[in-house]
């Protein structure tokens, strides 16, 4: 998308949807630097432990603590790319399959960490909001899925009558 089109976009947008375009800007160079900055930390955590010859992937500590870090940066990652379709203009508002997948990411790494230690009924609990998660995304994706495979092939249709 070129500059032209971005101004032609914008003046067409409402007033709410450019608010909403500036607060999708800002959240994103914020979660930009958290991004970056939980990457750095991760890089210099490895390190640290290479260096060290603490590294052992057996470990049960090290592995959370590290595998825990990879996977917060996932979870920031994920809001990022929520947040970008929001300022593409794809969606108008973050997707509720979206958070549904980063709080299925949050439970998982809840599990990545968890102290082996830890009651019975805490881990059934998290495994019930796991499994109620999946499958309202597993709902969600058999609603959309033809919705979106229609769209394809009308936009593939298109295509070939245009050439």
Known sequence: MNLNELRLQWRVLTFYERFEQIIAHILSVVISVIIVVSLWQLIRAVVSLLLSGAFDSLDHAIFQAVFGMVMTLLIAMEFKH???RVMLRRDHIVQVKTVI????LAIARKFIILDPATDP???AALAAGLVSLGSVYWLMRQRDDPVDAAIAEFAAKDREERV
């Open 121 to 123: 009924a805490h881990i």
């Open 82 to 84: 929520s947040i970008t």
């Open 101 to 104: 997948l980063v709080a299925m």
